[in-house]
């Protein structure tokens, strides 16, 4: 559907885009959830780039080689912590979705996958955080007639069912 992202179930290590997004922490040195399957599947490579590149504040993204994912390259934002939504966690999540995309045009890439940033060890309330990816995934392909594909990759079926509840209500 022009315009819209797609919600899909599944792994996102497996998906052979141009740049699946990671759930990163601000050391960029990797962890648990998606981020240790992204390090996991992508290989060592990607531990000792991430090492070159001095972290990464809460609400921006950096761009790395895939390594050995199907994915072409890794984008690794780092969403806030959820501490009840009045330490400026919306505009955090959403600048980290901004700043994947605009990481996207300046590398002229078609298709992108995100996980459900912050809903996992960072808490972030499930229904709130789609509605912000999906209100910035629209922006986005308004504004980059380049972008042709983005996918929101939920790891279960109550998370896709959320992602698709969010883009049908947009
Ligand atoms: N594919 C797609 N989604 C996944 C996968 C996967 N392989 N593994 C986990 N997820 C989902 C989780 O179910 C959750 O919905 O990714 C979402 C984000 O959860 P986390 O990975 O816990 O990320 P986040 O909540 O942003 O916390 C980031 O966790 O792993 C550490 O280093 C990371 O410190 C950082 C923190």
Same mark, same amino acid.
């Given at each position: 559907? =022009? !315009? ?10 497996? %998906?052979?885009? $141009?740049?699946?997004?990671? #759930? ?20 060592? +490579? @990607? ?7 001095? !972290? ?14 199907? &994915?072409?390259?890794v984008?690794?934002?780092?969403g806030?912590?959820?501490?009840? !939504? ?6 955090? %999540? ?8 605009? %990481? &996207?045009? +300046? ?5 992108? *996958? ?12 499930? #229904?709130? *955080?789609?509605?912000?990816? /999906?209100?910035?995934?629209?922006? =986005?392909? +308004? ?7 983005? %996918? @929101? /990759?939920?790891? $279960? +079926? =109550?998370m ?11």
């Amino acid at each position: 559907m =022009a !315009g819209r992202p797609q919600a899909v179930a599944g792994d996102i290590t497996r %998906l052979s885009v $141009d740049a699946i997004v990671n #759930a990163a922490n601000e050391s960029l040195l990797g962890g648990g959830g998606v981020d240790g399957a992204i390090h996991r599947a992508a290989g060592p +490579e @990607l531990l000792a780039h991430c090492q070159t590149l001095g !972290g990464c504040p809460t609400g921006q993204a950096k761009i790395t080689p895939g390594f050995r994912l199907p &994915a072409r390259h890794v984008i690794h934002a780092v969403g806030p912590v959820w501490h009840g !939504g009045d330490r400026g966690e919306p505009d955090l %999540l959403a600048s980290c979705y901004r700043h994947c995309f605009r %990481l &996207a045009r +300046e590398h002229g890439l078609r298709s992108l *996958a995100f996980p459900a940033i912050s809903c996992g060890v960072y808490g972030y309330p499930h #229904a709130a *955080a789609a509605h912000i990816a /999906v209100a910035e995934c629209r922006h =986005a392909l +308004e504004d980059n007639p380049d972008l042709e594909q983005v %996918l @929101l /990759v939920a790891f $279960d +079926e =109550a998370m896709a069912n959320v992602l698709r509840q969010a883009i049908s209500a947009a």
